[in-house]
């Protein structure tokens, strides 16, 4: 099973030693983001995928670009969904020229037919160009829920986010119900109130039965959206080290799970 974590995980590093880091600690894949803004941080996806094809870094998920008070007018008539639909294409587009696994997209907002044509003409090119589109689920439970009610395609996934889940909609079996469209995970931990993506040394997830249920679910690689903000505690490199150990660990949680032990 692959190991991968996102490009940027908290430590304002140069790219080229971040991936390098990275590369060094035994992950195999990276996820990170469409949107130009983090340009300042990662370098633009044609630069940070010269420093993965160097470090031996297969691309995994693409994050959408997004800015979060703009996402509600994705459901509503005017300029502004529309200029987010041909956004959110722009980067299935990038995501194909690159190879990424998928896009991964926040929904928020009130659901409406306008929004689920927009979303529709997304998944025409989603298919075309053979990139899933994996809703992630985030502080807007009942809109994904909903996509997936009204929408039946096969190019739109789903993304697990564990963070999200132990903060929001905590008693909703996400996997479960939606374990059988999971192309993507964002792997992170929190203290179950606030939305900290940090480690399990630092957060409340029951990681063992976490992995019991990813072990119903077809699992190709354990990616860890981090952005440590105990900084002071953990160095660069300890942090990288103590994610690879969670991956292992929990890799071999699945297995054992699979295995009926």
Same mark, same amino acid.
């Given at each position: 099973?692959?190991k991968g974590?996102?490009?940027?995980?908290?430590?304002?590093?140069? %790219?080229?030693?971040?991936?390098?880091?990275?590369?060094?600690?035994?992950?195999?894949? !990276?996820?990170?983001?469409?949107?130009?803004?983090?340009?300042? =941080? #990662? @370098?633009? +996806?044609?630069?940070?995928?010269?420093?993965?094809?160097?470090?031996?870094? /297969?691309?995994?998920?693409?994050?959408?670009?997004?800015?979060?008070?703009?996402?509600?007018?994705?459901?509503?008539?005017?300029?502004?969904?529309?200029?987010?639909?041909?956004?959110?294409? &722009?980067?299935?587009?990038?995501?194909?020229?690159? #190879?990424?696994?998928?896009?991964?997209?926040?929904? %928020?907002?009130?659901?409406?037919?306008i929004g689920?044509?927009?979303?529709?003409? !997304?998944?025409?090119?989603?298919?075309?160009?053979?990139?899933?589109?994996?809703?992630? #689920?985030?502080?807007?439970?009942? /809109?994904? $829920? &909903?996509?997936?009610?009204? +929408?039946?395609? @096969?190019?739109?996934?789903?993304?697990?986010?564990? @963070?999200?889940?132990?903060?929001?909609?905590?008693?909703?079996?996400?996997?479960?119900?939606? @374990?059988? $469209?999971?192309?993507?995970?964002?792997?992170?931990?929190?203290?179950?109130?606030?939305?900290?993506?940090?480690?399990? /040394?630092?957060?409340?997830?029951?990681?063992?039965?976490?992995?019991?249920?990813?072990?119903?679910? *077809?699992?190709?690689?354990? *990616?860890?959206?981090?952005?440590?903000?105990?900084?002071?505690?953990?160095?660069? =490199?300890?942090?990288? &080290?103590?994610?690879?150990? =969670? %991956?292992?660990?929990?890799?071999?949680? +699945?297995?054992?799970?699979?295995?009926?032990?």
């Amino acid at each position: 099973m692959k190991k991968g974590i996102s490009f940027y995980f908290g430590y304002d590093l140069p %790219a080229e030693e971040r991936a390098r880091l990275i590369s060094e600690a035994g992950f195999d894949s !990276v996820i990170t983001s469409a949107d130009p803004r983090f340009n300042f =941080q #990662n @370098g633009s +996806i044609r630069k940070q995928m010269k420093l993965f094809k160097k470090y031996n870094l /297969m691309p995994s998920s693409l994050h959408m670009r997004y800015k979060t008070n703009e996402l509600p007018y994705f459901w509503k008539e005017g300029k502004k969904g529309e200029r987010l639909k041909r956004n959110l294409i &722009k980067d299935v587009k990038l995501a194909s020229k690159y #190879n990424f696994t998928c896009v991964v997209v926040h929904l %928020a907002g009130e659901y409406s037919s306008i929004g689920e044509k927009r979303l529709k003409d !997304v998944l025409k090119v989603c298919a075309k160009k053979d990139v899933p589109l994996a809703i992630e #689920n985030i502080n807007y439970p009942e /809109m994904l $829920k &909903k996509v997936f009610a009204n +929408i039946n395609h @096969g190019y739109l996934k789903f993304c697990y986010d564990s @963070g999200h889940h132990n903060v929001y909609d905590k008693d909703f079996e996400y996997l479960k119900e939606y @374990g059988n $469209k999971l192309v993507a995970l964002h792997l992170h931990d929190n203290d179950g109130v606030n939305d900290q993506h940090t480690l399990n /040394m630092f957060g409340t997830i029951d990681w063992k039965k976490l992995g019991k249920k990813l072990a119903f679910c *077809d699992v190709k690689c354990l *990616d860890y959206e981090l952005l440590l903000r105990k900084k002071s505690e953990i160095s660069c =490199q300890e942090c990288l &080290k103590k994610v690879k150990e =969670q %991956a292992d660990k929990l890799e071999k949680i +699945i297995e054992e799970a699979k295995n009926g032990f």
